[in-house]
Each structure stands twice: as C-alpha cells, then as structure tokens.
Nanobody
Framework: VQLVESGGGLVQPGGSLRLSCAAS????????VGWFRQAPGKEREGVSC????????FYGDSVKGRFSIFRDNTKSTVYLQMNSLKPEDTAVYYC????????????????WGQGTQVTVSS
C-alpha cells in the first residue's frame, strides 16, 4: 500500500509542470488527496487538497491562481498542475491521502508518497 508520485523535474521560471499521484494497493477515490512541499531548511507546508466526495479544492495563498489540483477517478490518480512557476516553488513535493482536507492540505494523512523534486531555476 503506497502512493507513487511522478512528474517532478527542472523547469525555468514561468514554466509549468504537472505532478501525478497514484495509489498502489488501494484506490485514491476513497480519500481526500493533496500535496505538501518542503524546501531545504524550511518547514513542510501544505500546498493544495481535493476532497473525496464533492471535489472541492483548496489552495495555499502562495500558489493560489497558479496551481490547480484535479482528479481522474477512472485512473484513481490526482494531478497538480503547476503554472507560472517561481524559484521559491523549488522543493520536494509529497502527495498525501487523508479522510478530510484541512485548510489547504490533507488533514492528518493516512498515506504519504516518497516525494518528487521540483526545481525552478534558469
């Protein structure tokens, strides 16, 4: 039972990336799913979350208007579309699954992914 992220990489400022989160051993359709990130020397912060039933979405202030979270229940996969990327978005991004979304991240996640590196640099 695990979450598997993909889609990280190196991108120039102003560019875009799409992260994917898929589950192995269970279905993400039964969970609220979202993303945290942690930059070197900084605390982990919540980025975004999508609820399990009505698909409501939540975003942290630093990414609102630039990032978009959505899910494809036919593939049991959640995506984070990241546009207009800035150097301060550089971090390891972690997918997480929980029963509920908190303010803008999964609340007390039951499952975590291994993380994928996103680097925004020219």
């Amino acid at each position: 039972v695990q979450l598997v992220e993909s889609g990280g990489g190196l991108v120039q400022p102003g560019g875009s990336l799409r992260l994917s989160c898929a589950a192995s051993g269970f279905t993400l359709n039964d969970y609220a799913v979202g993303w945290f990130r942690q930059a070197p020397g900084k605390e982990r912060e919540g980025v975004s979350c999508i609820s399990r039933r009505d698909g409501r979405t939540f975003y942290g202030d630093s990414v609102k208007g630039r990032f978009s979270i959505f899910r494809d229940n036919t593939k049991s996969t959640v995506y984070l579309q990241m546009n207009s990327l800035k150097p301060e978005d550089t971090a390891v991004y972690y997918c997480a699954a929980a029963v509920y979304c908190g303010d803008f991240a999964p609340y007390e996640p039951d499952y975590w992914g291994q993380g994928t590196q996103v680097t925004v640099s020219s």
